[in-house]
């Protein structure tokens, strides 16, 4: 019989923080005691501290702050690439309460950037311009900018989504049989920040999706997420020759 080896000092510290945070005894936000409690609180020295809140930092547990200290980090979203992804299923399956705020609305004649969006050459088409801001816990938690092809979802125009958000009600009316995803960082302009909450110029992902029936465009949303608070994962097999 093998004897396991004791934990590095550290390891012992990390494993015990690591309880309290997920237990939800420290929830997201909650301030982790200072180094210096810590070294009170355990016994040890503050290096040893240190090199625990350290890999609690890399396994993103926690946050830390020069001259705040270090905070209980909010759960990354995460959405995996190759699907087209429910917002509301998604944040209600994760245990957070869910709303979503319509901010502006519009039946139009499309535009040529409208036309572009959707992946359509030319041609008269009306289109149904949303504006969304979904929230977990009352967080904003991604800024939506959607077209619906009218000419394909007619009902779309006489739908309040009063219920449901755009996203969801679609994804239960129309079939879809292609979907085309663009990913790219960029900096949050002055609107999105704001509704987001976040400063001017912040690092966001960006989810450019479009969807199509049959070769013809359904929908073409873009999708903003605070880039602290989410990351895209892809799973694959390598491919057969």
């Known amino acids: 019989m093998s004897i396991a080896e004791p934990l590095p000092r550290y390891a012992e510290i ?13 929830p ?18 503050r290096m040893t501290v240190n090199k625990a809140l350290s890999a609690l930092a890399a396994a993103g547990l926690v946050v830390r702050r020069r001259r705040s200290g ?5 759960p990354k979203s995460q959405e995996t690439v190759l699907e087209v992804h429910d917002i509301k299923a998604e944040i209600t399956g994760s245990g957070r ?26 041609g ?3 289109v149904e311009a949303i504006t969304v801001l979904h929230f977990a816990d009352e967080c904003p ?6 077209l619906i092809n009218l000419a394909v979802v007619p009902a779309a125009a ?4 009063a219920v449901s958000p755009p996203g969801t009600w679609l994804l239960e009316q129309i079939p879809w049989t292609e979907a085309e995803h663009t990913i790219r960082a960029e900096n949050a302009a002055a609107d999105v920040a704001h509704h987001l909450a976040i400063a001017r110029g912040a690092a ?15 929908t073409a949303v873009t999708l903003t997420y605070p880039g602290e608070r989410h990351q895209l994962v892809a799973r694959f097999s390598p491919a057969t020759r």
């Not at 270090?70 to 909010?74: D, G, I, K, Q, T």
């Not at 309460?97 to 030319?122: F, H």
């Not at 938690?141 to 959607?146: A, G, I, L």
Request: glycine share 6%; net charge positive.
């Open 124 to 126: 008269v088409i009306e």
């Open 28 to 45: 997201p936000g909650h301030r982790v005691p200072s180094e210096h409690d810590l070294v009170a609180q355990f016994g040890c020295s």
């Open 97 to 122: 309460t869910y709303r979503y705020v319509i901010l502006d609305r519009e039946r139009r004649r499309a535009r040529p950037e409208d036309l572009a969006r959707l992946g359509v050459a030319r």
């Open 158 to 161: 006489r739908e309040p989504f």
């Open 141 to 146: 938690f991604v800024h939506e900018k959607r």
């Open 14 to 26: 990390r494993r015990a923080l690591e309880e309290k945070i997920l237990s939800g005894e420290w």
């Open 70 to 74: 270090s905070f209980v980090a909010a």
């Open 204 to 218: 966001c992902l960006v989810v450019a999706r479009r969807t199509f029936q049959a070769g013809t465009p359904i």
